[in-house]
T-cell receptor, first 113, second 113 residues
Framework: QQPVQSPQAVILREGEDAVINCSSS?????VHWYRQKHGEAPVFLMI?????EQKGHDKISASFNEKKQQSSLYLTASQLSYSGTYFC??????????????FGKGTKLSVIP | DTEVTQTPKHLVMGMTNKKSLKCEQH?????MYWYKQKAKKPPELMFV???????INESVPSRFSPECPNSSLLNLHLHALQPEDSALYLC????????????FGAGTRLSVL
């Protein structure tokens, strides 16, 4: 089942903050966040495991609310290099040998000077 | 080193041609994936190999034929493709019994004429 991402697109000025949400109707084992720039491969940002943890990487952090099966990605003091499409990938770990991620439709983030 | 290498980077083929895409990783990962990505869409899972065995085939047409010769290599054989098969084909790998973080190659941009 594909997770639902919101918003679909957001435009920020440098230095502004943004939040991207990812929600699932199924119980999640983990949530993975990726950023993909135009014409390039998706690049792994961080993983959130069930347990409600919050992780951070420079000025990008994320949280996982296990009760709501929802993850949020926080981008603070945005830089031009943050521009790209952000995908969440959900791992249901539903059975033996089930290692697939299902990606949301993506959020296109544009940071302008 | 989190490198997944895909060749070729670009491929143009006619509908009667036979070609192959190649993917290689040396991270000791035991799961490898093929994804298809159309413009402005998320990666769409095609196949998963886990411990060199095909574990997931997402109802992909038989004109796509995956092969995993060993734990480091993954091929995708193409035959009699249709113009709608034109897309970016991404390979990824992960360590399934760990956090299953997927690392993507740069992709092969395929055009079917």
């Amino acid at each position: 089942q594909q997770p639902v991402q919101s918003p679909q697109a957001v435009i920020l000025r440098e230095g502004e903050d943004a939040v991207i949400n990812c929600s699932s109707s199924k119980a999640l084992y983990s949530v993975h966040w990726y950023r993909q720039k135009h014409g390039e491969a998706p690049v792994f940002l961080m993983i959130l495991l069930k347990g409600g943890e919050q992780k951070g990487h420079d000025k990008i952090s994320a949280s996982f609310n296990e009760k709501k099966q929802q993850s949020s990605l926080y981008l603070t003091a945005s830089q031009l290099s943050y521009s790209g499409t952000y995908f969440c990938g959900t791992d249901l770990r539903s059975g033996a040998g089930s290692y697939q991620l299902t990606f949301g439709k993506g959020t296109k983030l544009s940071v302008i000077p | 080193d989190t490198e997944v290498t895909q060749t070729p980077k670009h491929l143009v083929m006619g509908m009667t041609n036979k070609k192959s895409l190649k993917c290689e990783q040396h991270m000791g990962h035991r799961a490898m994936y093929w994804y298809k990505q159309k413009a402005k869409k998320p990666p769409e899972l095609m196949f998963v190999y886990s411990y060199e065995k095909l574990s997931i085939n997402e109802s992909v047409p038989s004109r796509f034929s995956p092969e995993c010769p060993n734990s480091s290599l993954l091929n995708l054989h193409l035959h009699a493709l249709q113009p709608e098969d034109s897309a970016l084909y991404l390979c990824a790998s992960s360590q399934p019994l760990a956090k299953n973080i997927q690392y993507f190659g740069a992709g092969t941009r395929l055009s079917v004429l």
